[in-house]
């Protein structure tokens, strides 16, 4: 046999046994179950337009803990069990630790924040500058103060207008966070111009962060399309919440500047270093803009669902107030120090984040290398998103989870804490600010437990309204607008609160 032949006759056995190979491969190696999609465009027509999470936890009574979907060839791996997902992004969590790509959050201007920000040196900066704020909970106990200053503030903002008590619920939580990052109080009468920055752009956020909403991010190309083009309403938007965004991190950051002579914050602090570089200084602008903009508004979304609950649920109020009666009395108002004592308040604060949480759907993450969970594959570049509502109402993990209950976490059999089945995230993209929004929950509700009583709204017949417990779509979701009747627990209580907030420093 010619040389020429054993080299091609070689070349055909190497290539037939590399084809094997292949193949074997990735029929070993293939992606999660998941509805059948069509060629190219995958599953564009089977996303859910509104509330995912309610559609991907369907799927996954179908197919699975763990499941896929693909668009326009960007394969989306959706996990709806909580030990997957510790598995995967917990202890896995350095290939998971990146964001994709988000096209509009980009075109927006919102890649500068922690939250949508790419793996790298800048995101671990500002996690670095913020963790040594508020990263553990000894940290959190010097704000200590401050807590219950605005704790009491929330508290009378509430009984000034009652009507208004999720205007007051956010601006007290944004009030505390601006006092934190910038050393600034904010106006009491009327609208604060950096509470409602605050909220005009985590409402944009939450929208352009919506799976699905924007084609743009299925067809990267469409970025280069010139705004004037038809159908490019999305560049419109996207100059439009840039300048939204800019201003979030800017205008507050003005006003530290010019009181650096006598302010003290967590940007003060760190702008008084000398010797900053540009990318000292922006880093340390758009990790304070991370801090105000997410602390403004995620724990708004857990008070205002108390008022929600205590509406549809009495006796959760009445049972709330008991337990503050015997263990305090009726002679004060509850503070952090009473927290130890009062284990139902606590359980009430872990349900109203179960019962409709903050972040349904969390945010993307990026798998950084190929990697295998069991016998499937979750691919490089893959999008991988935990399911935490069903994560918080899986009937293997909660008893009737659509039920509210409190006692869910009390006695011997205590049900799991919803801090502990991804709330906060997962890995190296856990939220740093989860201990100060755990304290910031509790001394809102402790006092609005304490202070008010919280009842159904008549309709025009005189009928008591049941309101809906829905939430918003987004990102970050809050309770639908619901009516209800709040007054002062007793006239003591006015007396209490004009008597802290008049005497406390803030």
């Known amino acids: 046999m010619a040389p020429r032949d054993i080299a091609v006759g070689v070349l055909a056995v190497s290539l037939a046994i590399w084809l094997r190979l292949y193949y074997s491969r990735n029929k070993k190696m293939h992606l999660p179950p998941g509805p059948k999609g069509y060629p190219l465009i995958g599953n564009f027509f089977d996303m859910p337009p509104t509330q995912s999470w309610i559609t991907f936890a369907e799927w996954g009574q179908k197919y699975g803990g763990i499941m896929s979907v693909t668009l326009m060839g960007q394969p989306f791996i959706i996990i709806n069990d909580p030990a997957i997902a510790t598995e995967v992004l917990d202890r896995r969590g350095n290939i998971y630790a990146d964001r994709p790509t988000f096209e509009m959050a980009n075109l927006c201007g919102w890649d500068r924040v922690l939250s949508s920000a790419r793996y790298g040196p800048r ?30 503030m929330f508290l009378k903002r509430v009984l000034e207008d009652p009507v208004a008590f999720e205007a ?39 929208e352009i962060m919506r799976p699905g909403a924007f084609l743009v991010e299925v067809l990267p190309a469409l970025k280069y399309v010139p705004s004037w083009f038809p159908g490019a309403g999305f560049k419109r938007l996207a100059e439009k919440y840039n300048r939204s965004c800019d201003e979030l991190a800017e205008a507050p950051l ?124 979750i691919p490089k570049d893959a999008f991988v998103i935990p399911n935490i509502w069903n994560f918080l109402h899986d009937s293997k993990v909660y008893r009737n989870p659509m039920l509210f209950n409190p006692d869910r976490y009390l006695g011997p059999n205590a049900e799991p804490d919803p801090a502990d089945m991804g709330l906060f995230g997962y890995g190296r993209r856990v939220c740093p600010g989860m201990h100060l929004a755990n304290v910031s929950i509790w001394i809102c509700v402790v006092k609005a437990v304490a202070g008010l009583t919280i009842s159904r709204a008549l309709d025009e017949n005189g009928i008591p309204i049941d309101p809906i417990a829905d939430v918003s779509d987004g990102i970050v979701s809050r309770p639908l607008p619901f009516k209800c009747t709040v007054k002062p627990r007793s006239k003591q209580v006015l007396k209490w609160v004009e008597d802290a907030t008049r005497d406390a420093q803030g």
């Open 123 to 152: 995101f671990r900066e500002y996690r670095k500058l913020i963790s040594r704020v508020i990263g553990t909970r000894g940290c959190i106990e010097k704000f200590n103060e401050i807590e219950e200053y605005q704790g009491n």
């Open 254 to 377: 003005a006003y530290v500047q010019h009181q650096m002579a006598t302010g003290k914050s967590y940007t003060a602090d760190l702008l008084s270093q000398p010797g900053l570089s540009e990318q000292q200084y922006s880093d340390i602008k758009w990790s304070a803009a991370s801090f105000y903009a997410a602390g403004s508004d995620t724990t708004v979304s857990v008070i205002t669902a108390y008022f929600l609950a205590a509406t549809k649920h009495p006796h959760i109020q009445d049972k709330a107030q008991a337990e503050i009666d015997h263990v305090i009395g009726r002679g004060r108002l509850p503070t952090l120090k009473d927290r130890p004592s009062l284990p139902y308040i606590d359980a009430l604060c872990k349900e109203l984040a179960r019962w409709l949480p903050i972040v349904p759907l969390a945010a993307p993450h990026r798998a950084m290398r190929d990697d295998l969970y069991g016998e499937y594959l």
């Open 168 to 206: 007051a619920t956010r601006k007290s939580a944004a009030a505390l966070v601006l006092q934190l990052t910038y050393g600034y109080k904010i106006e009491e009468r009327g609208s604060d111009p950096f509470v409602d920055l605050a909220d005009k752009g985590m409402l944009e956020f939450s």
